[in-house]
């Protein structure tokens, strides 16, 4: 088990942060939600428009600060919902202020559908990372959340060891 372990989200909705809890009670990891500056409004159907956009034209939002130095952990589990079949801009602001290369990282998504292009995505951005592996869930909360939870507890158990 490594060391020091972290999980990374960001959740609009709360899928993400659904599934980054869970994990986080099974393996033990401290946690660090990412937050824009200027966020999207989650009840708003603009948010597809807005969130889309976002995604497609690569934006790196500001974000809120946080007292966690990531670089401090080994392993890093990286966590986003799927804007437009990419992943959220705030973890692109995320990667972008933080070199992980050399870390042992772990990726997973939230969404309604287009996950592996997302992680691909995300992958192709995370330079000289070793990637021990990748999680596609479908609308955790809409669907099973039960059966979502244990897909991935099952899956981090599996990767950290």
């Keep these: 088990m490594p060391n020091k372990t972290l999980i990374v989200y960001y959740s609009l909705t709360g899928n993400t942060k659904f599934i980054a809890e869970s994990i986080k009670e099974e393996i033990k990891a401290d946690i660090l939600a990412i937050k824009p500056k200027k966020e999207l409004d989650p009840e708003s159907s603009s948010r597809f428009f807005w969130g889309g956009y976002q995604s497609a034209m690569k934006k790196k939002p500001k974000l809120e600060p946080f007292d966690i130095n990531p670089l401090d952990y080994d392993f890093i589990t990286i966590g986003t919902p799927v804007w437009a079949w990419n992943f959220s801009p705030p973890i692109r602001s995320f990667i972008k202020n933080y070199d992980l290369k050399g870390k042992n990282v772990a990726l997973w998504s939230c969404s309604a559908g287009g996950t592996e292009k997302a992680l691909n995505r995300l992958e192709e951005n995370l330079k000289d990372v070793n990637i021990v592996g990748k999680l596609n869930l479908i609308e955790p909360l ?20």
Excluded: G, R
Excluded at 142 to 161: F, G, M, R, T
């Design 142 to 161: 809409n669907k099973n959340a039960e059966e979502a939870k244990q897909k991935a507890v099952d899956w981090s158990k599996q990767i950290i060891s």
